[in-house]
């Protein structure tokens, strides 16, 4: 039934389905408390509060999008998409080293590999879904062209490590937390977050340079715009200190569109069997 209704979903335009998304979007806000306050506290955060009304439309489009970015032909969504510094990730391959995709959850997270994918062979890490009517959804829509799924599990960052070292790119999202032993605590916009510390090992393991990648939608239903930032931090010191490198430069990211942000994702959460941060032992 699922399947039925983002297959029927994808034949409309886009920018009916982000007018329709920016409604659900507040239809869910004034629903869900424990959304509205979780959404609101991470903006505070972060010192976006006056992006409030955008956030909230903006999360609903990026439920609304998706029977068009997972069901639509895929030349009927590479139409919608203009791709920004490619000769960035040009320059990469011509040398022969892998690169690190590392996509937060940022804009339409999900067109980013897709569209890489249709240029080069790619390998992205995938959890699946928790709902299993979901599952052979996004399986369909993310296994396209030259998309690779590895695992969350230790054989699928041998498969990450191993295209790496073919000079084959990969993708991460670095802003999911992980779970129990994958990560550490960083600051994340001033407050510790449970931080993956896989994209720093790929990157070692596979002596590969990081690439930051997010596709913004842009405003009205007119598409998408894919562009790719180059890393600029360091990954030395321990793990907890090359966390906290990346989750700088996710923040800098953000701050690129932070309206598009997903805020409402339960960032800070503390994984089963995790230790509390020290500083909230400390208090």
Sequence with gaps: MLVFLFRFMSVFPLPVLHALGAGLGWLVYLASPSYRRRLRGNL????????????????????????????????????????????????????????????????????????????????????????????????DARARQHMHLAPATLAGVRMLVKALKGGQPVGVLPDQVPQEGEGV??????????????????????????????????????????????????????????????NRAMEQLIALCPSQYFWSYNRYKRPQGVDAPQAEVVQ
């Design 44 to 139: 505070a955060l972060a010192g976006y509060e006056n992006r409030l009304s955008a956030a909230i439309a903006e999360s609903g489009k990026a439920i609304a999008e998706l029977p068009f970015v997972w069901c639509a032909p895929q030349e009927r969504v590479t139409r919608h998409v203009t791709m920004e510094n490619w000769e960035l990730v040009q320059r990469q391959l011509d040398s022969g080293k892998g690169i690190v995709f590392l996509t937060p959850h940022l804009g339409c997270f999900e067109l980013t590999a897709q569209q890489v994918s249709l240029r080069v062979e790619l390998t992205v890490m995938y959890r699946p879904p928790r709902k299993s009517a979901l599952k052979p959804l996004v399986e």
């Design 185 to 246: 605590w960083a600051p994340f916009f001033g407050r510790d977050a449970y931080t993956m510390t896989l994209p720093a090992k790929l990157a070692q393991l596979g002596k590969a340079d990081i690439l930051l990648v997010y596709a913004e939608r842009l405003p009205r239903g007119r598409g998408y715009a894919i562009r790719f930032v180059p890393f600029e931090g360091e990954l030395a010191g321990t793990q907890t200190e090359q966390a906290a490198t990346i």
